[in-house]
């Protein structure tokens, strides 16, 4: 991912920390925790969702996450 766009979410994850009273790692972590989750539910249909997401590691990060999510929503008529 390009460092412009890591940012960009950065910036967007501290907005949202703001708002919330608490810090951008403690909404990184809440985001974290979800991802665990979902990660392990059983159903096809949320695997496949999770495979389609590009990411360097074992399992993709926050930053992965959300761009990937973000660049399917606006690539939606």
């Known amino acids: 991912m390009n460092p412009e ?3 960009k979410i950065s910036e967007h994850l501290r907005t949202i920390a703001k708002q ?3 810090t951008e790692n403690e909404v990184r972590n809440e985001i974290a925790y979800a991802v665990s989750l ?3 539910s059983k159903d096809p249909k949320i695997q496949n969702f999770w495979k389609m997401i590009p990411c360097e590691g074992e399992s993709p990060t926050v930053e992965e996450i959300i761009d990937f999510i973000v660049t399917r929503m606006a690539a939606r008529p």
Do not use: F, H
């Open 5 to 7: 766009k890591k940012e």
């Open 20 to 22: 919330e009273g608490i």
């Open 38 to 40: 979902a990660l392990k």
